[in-house]
């Protein structure tokens, strides 16, 4: 997973002048010139060029950029193509109406263009059904109400601007064109409302161009209103046509966004009740008139129903706040308070199974992603989860990364087979805008009434199982009764890691690397200690794990980096020049890194040259060209880097000549091994051979003994960690042993 989000990064800062930026780019600026021509131009004389062609390159960029969109969402997006074939649509009928024209400035009434334009509003209404559809769920019809009291309000106001057209008919017009000119506005109106009822729901978005939508229908709709009122007057030309295209390329800026163009975000939307406020009033503005002046009888009949059914949600407000409380606002699925309502009733109904689905390593997506490319990918989980699932399963978000479910009916083995359905539906990358994540889950599965028939405790009996699947990273597990005391006590260690983290609980000490040849210390090496308030002080062996699959990595990392340059300035400031070495979790390998240090040090005044990273060789596997393009510009900016454990992962001497690092640290099971085993000297021989061949210094783990240390140096390694050359020293120690040290060397 880390490899896609750093190459997903990488990506987007390579495309910021891709296809969809070049296409966006050129839509605007033709439409600028396009907008500038008409006002300049003379309204009276169609000019072919200006009037008429340059509108339609517009639109064709227009196009263009649906298109992409389209490809970019392998055609998989019904909103996208929906919108596309919208702006599609209208484009062919202004190509078909400038066509025609043939040195005349207008068609009349109606021509055939009025078919592909007519079609621009069902194929744009369509799209946002879909998104309406996916969105809400169980709150379908309160944004239907919203959307049809403003469509409704809508209409009688377009009733009372067109009172002219409606009661006389332009000069020379059938009754058939009077409606179809009359219908244009009202299309609009409509298509406004619509989008207007979805952003008044609180929780609901569609899209992150939501305004540039807006804002382009409401001049669409202008358009049509003047071309309405002023119909034998309009000559094509008319800066009314301006109006027009820039309805169209909103349109198409929405379907770029709606495909997820760069990054993806969460609109917020517009207030809850702005749009039923703006449809009441605008209802009763047109009662208000109506009720001095003669005005058409439809206005008053619109208006009148309009504020009906913008009563009717007073009858179903408790539901509707019901329905509320119990849906999980990002998602649409149930949240816990549903979970903890509807599973008691179904404990009752014989064997079941709940579900705890915690998502492994979300926490990296949000660091080095953001929280909004997080948010859509649990969107995209939660519906991957549910295709899953029967018709009568519940599926619940939790909060944060956890999802719970709970089957009625099933025997253990059907549980776990369920439960790897729902692994499995992680297997291929998830797409989120232009990034492709690749994630997987941990499930803890407890079973009634075998492990309880209350709520309460299988869900503490799931959170535990959800941990020793977490910890053997087998995907899922099944309470077990012996899991009881390890999963307990897990639970209260990341509690009281968290604490211990607020709380200043851990404390660095420092191991010396010691040169063989000479004995001379040039460098330390940072390790944690956890000073705990019962147990005393803890190794990181007793916690390490759990602060990783808690996701607590970054933050004990970073005090680690905070504590140990610290340390450094201070030594620096007493004379003592020497090199920190810190370890690096894969967890903490993320873009922004590079900048943490850089500007870390500079604010201690300390060079990069005083810090090394050690990374574990597993991590430098696992990523390769992720990882190795981060340390390439740690090291660029003067950091040390140094392979830690080297020889406990696999493909390691393909990968070396690859990998920008200064040091290799030679893992201590090759160092123990070789106590008389020739065959175990040999390979460390080899080892450091071919690290010097590549320019790296090979540090020795675990040199207990002065046997291991002269067979070490007669291999020619450089340098060597372990209790017989030095223990680790408090900070304060680090000083004071270097001191005795020199004056037992006669320096």
Known sequence: MRR?????ADRRRGEQWGPTRVLTALMVGLLVVYTVGLLLGDPTTFEPFTDGWLCILTELAAVALCITAAVRTRFSEPQVLLGAGAVTAYTAGDAYYVASLDGVDSLGFTSLADVPYLAFYPLLLGALAVVLVRKLRGLMWPILLDSLVGALAAASLMVLLLAPILKTGPVGGTAFEVAVTVAYPLLDLLLVTAVAGVLASKGLDIGPRWPVLIAGLIMFSAADVAYALGLEEYSAGSIIDAGWVIGVVAVAAWVDGAAGSGRARRSRG???????????ASALAVLVVGSRLDIPLLAVVLAAASLGMASVPLAFRNRMLVVLARTDELTGLPNRRALLTDVPDRLTGGRGAL?????????HVNDALGHDVGDALLVQVGRRFRRQLRPGDLLARLGGDEFAVFLGGVTETEAVAAAKRLGAELASPVEVGSAALQVSASIGIALTPRHGTDITRLMRKADIAMFRAKAQRSGCHVYDSTDDDDGELRLRTVQEIRTALTEEQFELHYQPKVRLADHGVTGVEALVRWNHPTRGQLPPSAFLSLVEDAGLMPQLSSLVLRRAVRRVAGWRADGLDIVVAVNMSGSCILPCLTQEILTL?????LPASCLMLEITEDVLMSTPAGTAGILAELRAAGLQISIDDFGTGYSSLAYLRDLPVDELKLDRSFVTAMGGDPRAGALVGSIIDMAHSLGLRVVAEG???????????SRGCDFGQGFHLAMPLPASGVGPWLAARAVAAGR
Do not use: I, Q, W, Y
């Open 601 to 605: 040090l500079d604010l201690h005044g």
């Open 4 to 8: 896609d989000m750093l190459l997903a």
């Open 703 to 713: 040199v207990n003994g002065e046997e291991t240390r002269e067979e070490l140096l």
């Open 270 to 280: 517009v207030p809850e009740l702005a749009a039923p406020l703006v449809s009441t």
């Open 355 to 363: 579900f705890l689905v915690d998502l492994d390593r979300f926490k």
